[in-house]
C-alpha cells in the first residue's frame, strides 16, 4: 500500500471515529504497517494547504494517528523513539503554519 493509499485510510479512520462507528479499528487494520508513512504525508499535505480550516483538520488526523501508534507501541524504548519523532515532527509543523499564516495574514504582507 503506497503512503497516499495510507494517508486516505487515515483520514477515513479519522472520520469513522467522529462518526463513533465500528469501522475505525477495521480502517486501521487496512493501514496496517502504513501508519508511520500515513502521518508523515499529512503533516506534508497539511504545510501545502492555503486554508488554515484545512491546514488545522490535517493536523488534527496527524495527531490522532499518532495517539494510534503510541498505544500501538508496545516497547518502551520504540514508544520513546516514536513519541519524540513524530511530536517534533508535529510541532514543527505547526509552528512552520503558524508562522506562514501570521506573515500572510499580517498588515506587513497587504
Same mark, same amino acid.
Given at each position: 500500500?503506497?503512503? &497516499?493509499?495510507?494517508?486516505? #485510510?487515515?483520514? %477515513? @479512520?479519522? $472520520?469513522? #471515529?467522529?462518526? %463513533?462507528?465500528? &469501522?475505525? %479499528?477495521?480502517? /486501521?487494520? %487496512?493501514?496496517?504497517?502504513?501508519? $508511520? ?17 484545512? &491546514? ?7 495527531? #490522532?494517528?499518532?495517539? !494510534?501508534?503510541?498505544?500501538? +507501541?508496545?516497547?518502551?524504548? @520504540? $514508544? ?6 513524530? +511530536? ?9 503554519? +503558524? /508562522?506562514?499564516? $501570521?506573515? !500572510?495574514?499580517?498588515? /506587513?504582507?497587504?
Amino acid at each position: 500500500m503506497s503512503m &497516499q493509499d495510507s494517508a486516505y #485510510f487515515l483520514i %477515513e @479512520a479519522y $472520520k469513522d #471515529f467522529l462518526e %463513533e462507528t465500528d &469501522q475505525t %479499528e477495521k480502517t /486501521f487494520r %487496512e493501514i496496517g504497517n502504513g501508519l $508511520k508513512g500515513a502521518i508523515d504525508t499529512i503533516l506534508d499535505a497539511a504545510t501545502l494547504m492555503w486554508s488554515p480550516k484545512h &491546514q488545522k483538520l490535517l493536523c488534527e488526523i496527524a495527531s #490522532f494517528g499518532k495517539k !494510534r501508534l503510541d498505544s500501538e +507501541s508496545s516497547e518502551i524504548g @520504540a $514508544k520513546v523513539k516514536v513519541n519524540t519523532h513524530y +511530536s517534533d515532527l508535529y510541532v514543527r509543523t505547526i509552528k512552520l503554519l +503558524s /508562522f506562514v499564516n $501570521k506573515l !500572510r495574514y499580517s498588515a /506587513f504582507c497587504r
